[in-house]
């Protein structure tokens, strides 16, 4: 802001000529005299115990440090000005003895700013309601304070006791984890003993197919050299055995 209010008074000299110093100097100026006016006023009403008095003593108060703060801006802008000048004194045509004054004015602001500063806050002119006003002020900060910790507080220990619920789910999941590959490792182990079982069971498979080829090739070699009736006979023999053989079998 401040330095806006130098670029605007630059700016304002290079259409106008007029040097920038001046321009603040004057803000500065009558910045300094409201301040004073209104300290005044409100040193008159250090006496007064109307609750009327009171609200007005706050009031030209509140006044007094816009003023001081207004007064600050312009001597940072004044300040600013000193410097541009020092910069391109050629410009503004500024002799060391301008300089210099331009400087205890500066200086002089300050001073001014210290002391109004100093007053508002001697003991003084410090009315007893303004000092129970702060200490409740006071108070109430800390009481804040302390709710603000003890929120603090209780916030913190609900989120380790969230998060060792969390460490606890975990562990729980971890474990739960460890058994599900127990039981894959195990399934696995299982799986490739029943492929091995199956594995052994074609390869059987294969060679009884082979047997059973031999035995049915050496049949029809037998049937082939025999005739009608032997066939017929051996084929009631065999039958005979057959009914024999599932007899035993269910009997058993």
């Known amino acids: 802001w401040y330095q806006r209010r130098v670029r605007e008074a630059v700016v304002s000299t290079q259409s106008t000529g007029e040097d920038p110093f001046l321009i603040v100097k004057r803000d500065a100026e009558l910045s300094i005299s ?28 509140g006044k007094i440090m816009n003023a001081l703060e207004s007064t600050q801006g312009d001597i940072l802008d004044l300040e600013e000005a000193v410097s541009s000048i020092e910069l391109d004194r050629h410009r503004f045509n500024i002799t060391e003895d301008e300089l210099r004054n331009r400087k205890s004015f ?3 602001s300050k001073d001014q700013c210290e002391a109004v500063r100093a007053s508002l806050n001697n003991p003084q002119y410090s009315s007893a309601s303004t000092s129970i006003s702060i200490d409740r002020y006071t108070a109430a900060q800390q009481a ?11 916030s913190m220990s609900q989120q380790q006791q969230i ?6 789910q975990l562990n729980i999941v971890g474990q739960s984890i460890g058994r599900l590959k127990q039981i894959g490792t195990a399934i696995g182990d299982e799986v490739e003993d029943q492929n091995q079982l199956l594995d052994d069971f074609y390869s059987d498979m294969g060679q009884t197919e082979k047997r059973m080829q031999s035995v049915q090739k050496k049949v029809d070699k037998i ?3 025999v005739d009608g009736k032997k066939q017929n006979l051996i084929i009631g023999i065999l039958l005979v055995i057959m009914v024999i053989v599932v007899i035993l079998f269910f009997s058993t």
């Open 163 to 168: 998060m060792r619920e969390q460490d606890e």
């Open 34 to 61: 409201e301040m004073n006016r209104n300290l005044e006023r409100w040193k008159k009403l250090a006496s007064g115990t109307s609750s009327v008095a009171k609200q007005e003593r706050t009031a030209v108060k």
């Open 106 to 108: 500066i200086q002089m």
């Open 144 to 154: 804040n304070n302390r709710s603000n910790e003890v929120f603090i507080e209780k």
């Open 223 to 225: 049937l082939e050299k």
